[in-house]
């Protein structure tokens, strides 16, 4: 069965650091999306690709944060500097139209 | 936006019985999913149910979407049940992104 793939899986890293992670979303899914969840609440969504357009950045600490999915396939995101708070749990979801399939998940600590 | 809440927020049982977590939810929905958290932090899918009832093993859900709300059953539970389970919508206005719950912590005793 095929599965939304995450890397790396776990990161720690100094405040004001740069860090990055990577999704490849299931083979054919057109929607992506990148979720933060912190510690104790549900996922939130930061933003959502449709093949390699952003259909929702709204909640993207714009800043300090950025998405791309250039080729409409796999996606990076990138903070620059990483703050205390941005300790989360990173999820990708991709989605061929209704479920949204989910991955393992990047958890960032910031020290 | 679509306000989602799910109760109980915790829960503890003994190997064996059954549970029922519920999901009511603030809007009109396209999309409703069940998923089961485990301890490595990946979400799993149980069910994608805007609607109806479905049954898989153990579990069933039913959502009544004219009274804006979803159950979640789990019978004869097991310690491999424990988790949090989370309950996330899509409403008919949004452009089809989860708004999730905050989760029912399951514990399951041996």
């Known amino acids: 069965e095929a599965e939304v793939a995450q890397s790396p899986r776990y990161k720690i890293t100094e405040k004001s650091q740069a860090v990055a992670f990577w999704c490849d979303p299931i083979?054919?899914?057109?929607?992506l999306y990148w979720y933060r969840q912190i510690l104790g609440q549900g996922p939130e969504l930061l933003v959502q690709?449709?093949?390699?357009?952003?259909?929702?950045d709204s909640q993207l600490p714009k800043d300090r944060f950025s998405a791309e999915r250039l080729k409409g396939v796999d996606s990076t995101l990138k903070i620059q500097p990483a703050e205390l708070g941005d300790s989360a749990m990173y999820l990708c979801?991709?989605?061929?139209?209704?479920?949204?399939?989910f991955g393992p998940g990047t958890r960032l600590l910031v020290l | 936006g679509i306000q989602v809440e799910q109760s109980p927020p915790d829960l503890i049982l003994q190997e064996g019985a059954n549970s029922t977590l519920r999901c009511n939810f603030s809007?009109?929905?396209?999309?409703l999913q069940w998923f089961h958290q485990n301890p490595w932090g990946q979400l799993i899918n149980l069910f994608y149910?805007?609607?109806g009832t479905k049954q898989n093993g153990r579990l069933s859900a039913t959502t009544v979407a004219t009274e804006r709300y979803s159950l979640l059953y789990i019978s004869s539970s097991q310690t491999t049940d424990s988790g949090v389970y989370f309950c996330?919508?899509?409403?008919?206005?949004?452009?089809?992104?989860?708004?999730f719950g905050q989760g029912t912590r399951l514990t399951i005793n041996p």
């Open positions: 690709f449709q093949d390699e357009s952003v259909v929702d």
């Open positions: 979801a991709s989605s061929p139209g209704g479920t949204q399939y």
């Open positions: 149910i805007p609607s």
């Open positions: 083979s054919g899914h057109a929607t």
């Open positions: 809007d009109s929905v396209n999309n």
């Open positions: 996330a919508v899509d409403s008919i206005q949004g452009a089809q992104k989860l708004v």
